[in-house]
């Protein structure tokens, strides 16, 4: 019996809320039919949007949305996704499949999103094909109370009162698809265009550089040491493979050996953001800059069938322990990591949700951040011990509740383990999400294969508490404290 030793005491900083976040973007079928459907459509909408989504997305708390993009970020120019429906510029999603990108989701649409879903907003800049004025003006735009050309403008579009902006990312992959810089000029450009991303009023903008590719560990050195001053975080992207870029393993229907790689590759997060941190530390050791993880998740290949500019993937139990594994990263570097937005959000790489027509699924990764829910914003425990190798996990408290969440990706063993807490125990409940098989998933004819249940496997006996994790789950145990 393996033995986890949890000081309730001992509390080891906040888990921000913010690392449940999300990413839209317009790619593939995740803004158009995956959130916006128009307001004529059959599906239910409110303004547009499709509510069995939105009501998905309110169920899991979603505390934050990233948008446009991604790649399509720095070629969106926000001016044609604004004003009457019937007038807006219809152009080409150039990266994204090639396809007519209609700009009916626009700065409005988007707002109305994030006040459905009850979601912050994190705005993504143009800085790869866009001008200083550009993102100035869309600033000015979004949040400006008073009264000024932008906020006028706004005005005549329908919408009185500004919006709140809580983050704004000043480029997006400036190594690549956003403009294929050097940090050297990335630098110089994010100090330049940030001096006009201006608060207008006295919520103050969080302001994110453009940060790393993996573990390009030179990007951070640079965009650290010339603008740290300037920013109040900045980004890291890390995908999880099941090999490499060229050879993506298929999303269900897999080998075991890509259950494993796939983990492994998840699990690299940990030597990411302990490695960055350090270069952070050098500038900035009082840790006032956010890591900002605003792309994770697994890449695989794209469903038979579907076009491959559209990164429309399945999503199994094996994703499910990314997700599991990976916000166990988050929570233990908690003072660095200060928001986290997983791609993406429907359709598109680890959903949460998939859409066909009127349908929409829950997957397995979904039921994580439900599973994970009570983390958002507690604290975060010491809790040390013994598990299997296969085991990972995590512990915090949130008033007097405690929270124990573990992922075993063992693919045949349970794993037993006792919890130890230095604490009277009261009410002790749990829930899970079990896979039958390696690649358990739901689909439109078999919705509900996999979902979170209630969890037999935690008995207390003396005022101890054991648990039985069986293969292939994640579970999370409710511990009230008396
Ligand atoms: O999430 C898909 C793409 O991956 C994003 O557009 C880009 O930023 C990254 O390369």
Excluded at 1 to 18: D, F, H, L, P, V
Excluded at 177 to 202: F, H, I, K, W
Excluded at 321 to 344: D, E, P, Y
């Amino acid at each position: 019996m393996n033995k986890i030793k949890i000081n309730t005491a001992r509390e080891t900083g906040k888990i921000s809320k913010y690392i449940y976040g999300q990413f839209a973007e317009h790619l593939g079928r995740c803004i158009y039919e995956g959130v916006w459907v128009g307001p004529d459509s059959d599906i239910p909408n409110k303004n547009g949007i499709r509510q069995d989504v939105v009501e998905a997305l309110r169920a899991i708390k979603v505390p934050v949305i990233r948008w446009p993009g991604g790649c399509f970020a720095d070629e969106y120019h926000w001016k044609d996704g604004v004003g009457p429906l019937e007038n807006r510029k219809t152009i080409v999603n150039t990266h994204w499949g090639g396809v007519t990108e209609t700009n009916y989701f626009g700065t409005h649409e988007f707002f109305e999103l994030c006040e459905q879903v009850g979601a912050e907003a994190y705005i993504n800049g143009n800085v790869g094909s866009g001008t200083v004025q550009e993102m100035q003006e869309w600033v000015e735009y979004m949040t400006m109370p008073g009264e000024s050309p932008m906020a006028n403008w706004r005005r005549e579009n329908g919408r009185e009162e500004p919006w709140n902006v809580k983050f704004f990312g000043v480029g997006n992959e400036s190594w690549g698809c956003g403009g294929n810089m050097r940090p050297e000029y990335y630098a110089d450009l994010y100090r330049r265009y940030q001096t006009y991303v201006r608060n207008y009023t006295s919520d103050r903008i969080y302001k994110i550089a453009c940060g790393p590719n993996i573990d390009d560990y030179n990007w951070m050195d640079v965009v650290m040491k010339n603008a740290h001053q300037f920013m109040d975080g900045i980004s890291l992207h890390h995908y999880s493979l099941t090999s490499n870029w060229e050879n993506k393993g298929p999303a269900t229907d897999f080998p075991e050996e890509e259950w494993f790689s796939l983990i492994k590759s998840a699990n690299k997060m940990d030597e990411l953001i302990t490695k960055h941190s350090t270069i952070m530390d050098l500038y900035d050791p009082e840790e006032r800059v956010g890591l900002i993880v605003d792309e994770w998740g697994s890449w695989l290949a794209v469903e038979p069938g579907t076009n491959p500019g559209f990164l429309y993937q399945q999503n199994t139990i094996r994703d499910a322990m990314v997700a599991s594994l990976t916000l166990n990263i988050f929570h233990k570097h908690a003072g660095r990591v200060q928001m986290a937005n997983i791609a993406q959000m429907v359709n598109v790489l680890q959903s949460m949700i998939l859409t066909e027509g009127e349908k929409m699924i829950k997957t397995p990764t979904y039921y994580v951040f439900d599973l994970y829910k009570n983390h958002m914003d507690a604290t975060r425990l010491d809790a040390i011990g013994e598990t299997k190798e296969t085991t990972s996990y995590t512990v915090s408290k949130q008033d007097q509740m405690v929270t124990a969440s573990f992922c075993n990706y063992h693919l045949t063993e349970a794993d037993e383990v006792e919890l130890d807490l230095d604490c009277v125990v009261g009410t002790v409940w749990g829930e899970a999400l079990i896979g039958e098989t390696m690649d358990a998933h739901n689909n439109f004819e078999n919705p509900e294969q996999i979902v979170k249940q209630a969890f037999d496997g935690v008995k207390v006996m003396d005022g101890k508490i054991f648990v039985t994790l069986p293969p292939k789950s994640v579970v999370s145990v409710y511990i009230e404290g008396k």
